[in-house]
Nanobody, 124 residues
Framework: QVHLVESGGGLVQAGGSLRLSCAVS????????MGWFRQAPGKEREFVAA????????FYADSVKGRFAISRDNAKNAAYLQMNSLKQEDTAVYYC?????????????????WGQGTQVTVSS
């Protein structure tokens, strides 16, 4: 059984930074693409970032490009999302997800495993 647990969310002022972590257990992290998604109240879950199995390729939503950075540490079975220059519109529940396929996907239904989510609130 694969489990993902996010941490690091919280309340931050606009312009501030947060680092989200995703701890993975039950299977070796290097077998997964890892993604981060977010969901704001009343909105659909949306793609934020993804990283390939080796960590050599990263992909971002246009809305976060240049401000967020996804990374992973396969030895620690963990993935991360560094969020800088946060804006109020970044407020959402953030989810990490694991995809066992060999291709990049920005679609939530393509991901096999999900964490419970962590709230990020950006105040003005």
């Amino acid at each position: 059984q694969v489990h993902l647990v996010e941490s690091g969310g919280g309340l931050v002022q606009a312009g501030g930074s947060l680092r989200l972590s995703c701890a993975v257990s039950g299977r070796t992290l290097s077998t997964f693409w890892m993604g981060w998604f977010r969901q704001a109240p009343g909105k659909e879950r949306e793609f934020v970032a993804a990283i390939n199995r080796s960590g050599t390729s990263r992909f971002y939503a246009d809305s976060v490009k240049g401000r967020f950075a996804i990374s992973r540490d396969n030895a620690k079975n963990a993935a991360y999302l560094q969020m800088n220059s946060l804006k109020q519109e970044d407020t959402a529940v953030y989810y990490c997800a694991a995809d066992g396929s060999a291709l990049l996907s920005r679609i939530p239904r393509d991901y096999d495993y999900w964490g419970q989510g962590t709230q990020v609130t950006v105040s003005s």
